[in-house]
């Protein structure tokens, strides 16, 4: 394709919905939601993309039924196990956003076997915020600057980035929002001042490679300007 659009964010969003469309459990929306990241991902990889970014689990999903939350977290570590070798194969590097340290044993020990395997990709960065707040990033970053006992003269925008779950990295160009919702539910917060936003009712689960085109081309005709006024000649 003939625009840039180095990273590209995913809020997954309309699992439980689609399941509810088919007379299913919701179970049956997230296992298939599941298949979706991977076909977006695979995708993406083909296209060049260097980041890519998808929101897995927030701090707020741990609201929802206990039988839920496990379900959720033992299809993480299916995921993490059979896509492993995809990932290697591709060149992939799993990164992860949010505190996942405070999560089951057994996603702990996924991620850190998934993560350590995964390291030497170079294609592209898969970053899953899992236990992801974007208010809790902002927080935790200036929790770290207090501890550093920074001058505040020294303080500026890339010294605060680089206590980011995303230090490094660029921001998202884009962010894609599936289901019809028109919001951000704390994700990004701070890394989407610029980001192009794009909102699509189609629910996650049907959400392909087709779809990500659409979201791609309506992309391409954006003019991004960040702030600066067009010259006029």
Not at 32 to 47: D, P, Q, S, Y
Not at 56 to 74: C, G, K, Q, T
Request: net charge neutral; proline share 3%; glycine share 6%.
């Amino acid at each position: 394709m003939s625009f840039v659009c180095n990273h590209l964010a995913i809020i997954m969003d309309g699992n439980g919905r689609w399941a509810k469309k088919k007379g299913l459990p919701r179970s049956a929306g997230h296992q298939a939601g599941t298949e979706a990241a991977k076909r977006i991902v695979t995708a993406c990889r083909k296209m060049g993309m260097q980041y890519v970014t998808l929101y897995a689990f927030s701090r707020e999903n741990w609201s929802r039924p206990r039988e839920e939350i496990n379900f959720l977290f033992d299809l993480l570590v299916r995921f993490l196990s059979q896509e492993l070798n995809m990932l290697v194969e591709q060149s992939i590097r799993l990164n992860i956003l949010g505190n996942w340290e405070e999560m089951p044993f057994a996603v702990r020990q996924a991620i850190k076997h998934a993560c350590a395997k995964s390291r030497a990709g170079k294609e592209m960065v898969l970053n899953m915020a899992l236990n992801y707040s974007g208010r809790e990033e902002i927080l935790q970053a200036c929790r770290n600057l207090l501890k550093q006992d920074l001058d505040p003269a020294d303080l500026n925008e890339q010294v605060f980035r680089d206590q980011l779950f995303t230090a490094g990295q660029a921001d998202p160009d884009l962010i894609i929002r599936t289901s019809g919702e028109l919001r951000l539910s704390n994700y990004l917060i701070f890394q989407s001042a610029y980001s192009e936003l794009y909102f699509t009712p189609t629910l996650w689960p049907d959400f392909d490679e087709e779809e990500l085109h659409l979201a791609l081309e309506d992309f391409k005709k954006r003019e991004r300007r960040f702030g600066r006024v067009e010259r006029i000649e």
